[in-house]
């Protein structure tokens, strides 16, 4: 079993910086995939950006060059730096954890990006 919990998400301006966190206990962190998800009103969940147990990353094309996904597994958490924000990326944002057929998830946390 493993918790996720999201914070640092909140009201940021387009063309500016926040930085998301996801804390996990409860199991062997280093050993599950970390997956960030995002889900705006009246559209579906969709995968923003992963990494893998070793490191390797991917990133939905609409993100690229913009956000980034990191993990600390001495601190049992996960990252999202998102910069050069955009009113598109307004939406909920959920962390995941994966690992064979388990899968888990935080509550998500709201993102707006408004000036």
């Known amino acids: 079993q493993v918790q996720l919990v999201e914070s640092g998400g909140g009201l940021g301006q387009p063309g500016g910086s926040l930085r998301l966190s996801c804390a996990a206990s409860?199991?062997?962190?280093?050993?599950?995939?970390m997956n960030w998800y995002r889900q705006a009103p009246g559209k579906k969940r969709e995968l923003v950006a992963t990494i893998t147990t070793t490191g390797n990353t991917y990133y939905v094309d609409s993100v690229k060059g913009r956000f980034t996904i990191s993990r600390d597994n001495a601190r049992n958490a996960a990252y999202l730096q998102m910069n050069s924000l955009k009113p598109e990326d307004t939406a909920v944002y959920y962390c995941?954890?994966?690992?064979?057929?388990?899968?888990?998830w935080g509550q998500g946390i709201q993102v707006t990006v408004s000036s």
């Open positions: 409860g199991s062997i962190f280093s050993l599950y995939i």
């Open positions: 995941n954890a994966a690992r064979a057929n388990l899968d888990y």
